[in-house]
C-alpha cells in the first residue's frame, strides 16, 4: 500500500523559506512523476511543481521563481524548497504522483504565512 508522507511545514513570515519533505514508504518515488500539490482554504487542492523520474520540472506560474522541486531517490523522498514565501503560499501542501495523482492522499503539511 502506497503510503506518502508530508512534512516541514510550519508558520513564517513573508519574505521566508521552508523545505517541505515527501516521504514514500514504498517505492512510486523512484518510478514516477512527482508533484507538490496544495489547498488553500475553501480552494481547490492544485498542482504548484512535478518532477518526472529524469530529474525534469514544472512549476505553477504563481510559484515559479521561488519554488524548486527535487527528488533523491535513494530515500524515496521528494522535495520542496520554497523561498520569499508569501500570505497567498498559506495552504496545505501534499505530494502524490504527477500529472494525475493516486487516489490516495497523505495527511499534508501546513503552510501559514503570516503578513
Known amino acids: 500500500q502506497v503510503r506518502l508522507v508530508e512534512s516541514g511545514g510550519g508558520l513564517v513570515q513573508a519574505g521566508g523559506s521552508l523545505r517541505l519533505s515527501c516521504a514514500d514508504s514504498?517505492?512510486?518515488?523512484?518510478?514516477?512523476?512527482m508533484g507538490w500539490y496544495r489547498q488553500a482554504p475553501g480552494k481547490s487542492r492544485v498542482l504548484v511543481a512535478g518532477?518526472?523520474?529524469?530529474?525534469?520540472?514544472n512549476y505553477a506560474d504563481s510559484v515559479n521563481g521561488r519554488i524548486t522541486i527535487s527528488r533523491d531517490n535513494a530515500n524515496h523522498t521528494v522535495y520542496l524548497q520554497m523561498n520569499s514565501l508569501k500570505p497567498a503560499d498559506t495552504a496545505v501542501y501534499y505530494c502524490?504522483?504527477?500529472?494525475?495523482?493516486?487516489?490516495?492522499w497523505g495527511q499534508g503539511t501546513q503552510v501559514t504565512v503570516s503578513s
Open positions: 514504498g517505492s512510486i518515488v523512484n518510478f514516477f512523476a
Open positions: 502524490n504522483t504527477f500529472p494525475t495523482p493516486l487516489d490516495s
Open positions: 518532477v518526472d523520474p529524469g530529474g525534469s520540472t
